[in-house]
């Protein structure tokens, strides 16, 4: 019998192997493919590309303070210097985003009032957040808060382009709650959201170094899984698939495809809909709730070209509003938001897909991106190499009363002692959510043992 097992080799299964190991215990985590999860970097011929996520957001310190205890903190890497960084693309024509945006809510009256992203209406309806009353208590729909905030305009042409390139599906159905609580917060406690976010950000002294927001490293995110799949060495079994799970009077049985496992403890960091399928059998009270967590898609395609032969692009990257008839979420200039992902003359453009759109073949993905490209840039050189990464129903949707089936997950987990949940399904879909998530699980684990 094991310490503790851990079914998933994600990044939050690797975290959660990781604190397990570094705590004396006797661990094994179980992953049918390959590590990583969505987390997929590949190098060849000079190039570094991302086929999933491409950053970590430097104020939330948890992934960057693991890379640091595993000897990574030489290999961070900041952004690129770039002004603007990112540009939007609405009513046919790029605009840069506002300076000063505290998550999509403005922070700086000045560049809301000189931004051409918004009509004049526009702006008046924005600055009527200043005079609103505050909303209802509870949860609701992230679009409709923006909206009733600050008007369809910031959420047609700001919010729902930002907040789709970073959760992808249907921003407008992201619970608040879940997806930015914090939004909510600065309404219960400054009654305005503009007003909220200038006095947060004057408090807040983001760390910035090198100019940077985001980091990742200099062999990409992979350097990050890499080093976690090494310090756990035969801890970390691959190629294992789970069939099922029975308890114990002092713990679990795995059944795996290369036989049982008996455990002291249990991790499950798979999807909500696979973890549900596995906690059946041992009667789990919310399993509703497990199977009420949807998923969509999501999918990226990056291309090389001849960098002398490319048309001009701006900053690091663009997002497209909806209704602008483009395929893609947005696209990222790779060569030019990181340093050393390419080789010299080379440039790299990813594009993002997430939804219906996601769900294509990689060659019609290929043709989609492409056709995206060149509406927005015209001619381009040949395509030299492309890679393409697909995650099909991959990402978890916080939509609204996420909160409460997470609550109603964390309270059947107790008729389970040494039985836990982790992961992006829950309380954080990024990396460094996912990596605290993992983490944090463990230690509670312990703590209740």
């Given at each position: 019998m094991v310490d503790l097992a851990?079914?998933?080799?994600?990044?939050?299964?690797?975290?959660?192997?990781?604190?397990?190991?570094?705590?004396?215990?006797?661990?094994?985590?179980?992953?049918?493919?390959?590590?990583?999860?969505?987390?997929r970097t590949i190098r060849e011929?000079?190039?570094?590309?991302?086929?999933?996520?491409?950053?970590?957001?430097?104020?939330?310190?948890?992934?960057?303070?693991?890379?640091?205890?595993?000897?990574?903190?030489?290999?961070i890497v900041g952004t690129l210097p770039a002004k603007p960084a990112a540009l939007i693309y609405t009513g046919g024509r790029a605009h840069p985003l506002p300076e000063g945006l505290n998550v999509v809510i403005p922070s700086r009256l000045g560049p809301l009032v000189r931004t051409p992203l918004l009509s004049p209406l526009g702006k008046l309806r924005a600055a009527l957040d200043l005079l609103l009353p505050r909303g209802p208590g509870g949860d609701e729909a992230f679009g409709s808060f923006i909206k009733r905030r600050l008007g369809r305009e910031v959420w047609?042409?700001?919010?729902?382009?930002?907040?789709?390139?970073?959760?992808?599906?249907?921003p407008e159905e992201l619970s608040l709650l879940a997806a930015f609580p914090q939004l909510?917060?600065?309404?219960?406690?400054?009654?305005?959201?503009?007003l909220g976010s200038l006095r947060a950000m004057r408090k807040r002294r983001v760390s910035r170094e090198k100019g940077s927001l985001f980091a990742s490293f200099k062999g990409g995110l992979g350097a990050l899984t890499?080093?976690?799949?090494?310090?756990?060495?035969?801890?970390?079994?691959?190629?294992?698939?789970?069939?099922?799970?029975?308890?114990?009077?002092?713990?679990?049985?795995?059944?795996?495809?290369?036989?049982?496992?008996?455990?002291?403890?249990?991790?499950?960091?798979?999807?909500?809909?696979?973890?549900?399928?596995?906690l059946h059998p041992l009667g789990f009270a919310a399993l509703d709730a497990l199977f009420e967590i949807p998923y969509h898609s999501a999918a990226t395609v990056t291309f090389a070209f001849n960098k002398a032969k490319m048309p001009p692009r701006v900053g690091h990257g663009i997002l497209f509003s909806r209704g602008e008839g483009f395929s893609a979420r947005g696209f990222t200039w790779l060569d030019q938001k990181w340093p050393h992902r390419a080789p010299e003359g080379m440039a790299l453009a990813r594009?993002?897909?997430?939804?219906?759109?996601?769900?294509?073949?990689?060659?019609?993905?290929?043709?989609?991106?492409?056709?995206?490209?060149?509406?927005?840039?015209?001619?381009?050189?040949?395509?030299?190499?492309?890679?393409?990464?697909?995650f099909e129903k991959g990402m978890p949707a916080y939509t609204v009363g996420h909160t409460e089936r997470v609550k109603k997950i964390e309270e059947a987990e107790k008729a389970f002692p040494g039985l836990a949940l982790a992961g992006a399904a829950y309380r954080g879909v990024g990396?460094?959510?996912?990596?605290?998530?993992?983490?944090?699980?463990?230690?509670?684990?312990?703590?209740?043992?």
């Open positions: 851990v079914v998933g080799g994600g990044m939050a299964g690797l975290a959660a192997g990781y604190e397990a190991k570094r705590r004396g215990l006797d661990v094994l985590v179980l992953e049918a493919a390959r590590p990583g999860g969505k987390v011929a000079g190039f570094v590309v991302e086929t999933g996520p491409d950053a970590v957001v430097r104020y939330k310190p948890w992934a960057l303070a693991l890379a640091k205890e595993l000897g990574l903190e030489g290999e047609d042409r700001l919010a729902a382009p930002l907040t789709g390139g970073i959760y992808g599906g249907d909510k917060k600065l309404e219960e406690e400054h009654r305005s959201l503009i890499d080093a976690l799949a090494r310090v756990l060495g035969d801890a970390l079994k691959t190629g294992v698939k789970v069939e099922g799970i029975e308890a114990l009077s002092s713990g679990y049985r795995v059944r795996t495809s290369e036989g049982p496992i008996e455990t002291r403890l249990l991790v499950l960091t798979t999807p909500a809909p696979k973890t549900a399928e596995l594009a993002y897909f997430s939804g219906i759109e996601a769900e294509a073949e990689p060659e019609e993905l290929k043709v989609l991106a492409l056709s995206d490209l060149k509406r927005l840039l015209g001619e381009l050189p040949p395509v030299l190499r492309a890679w393409v990464g697909r990396i460094p959510e996912v990596v605290r998530d993992g983490r944090e699980t463990v230690k509670q684990l312990l703590a209740a043992t």
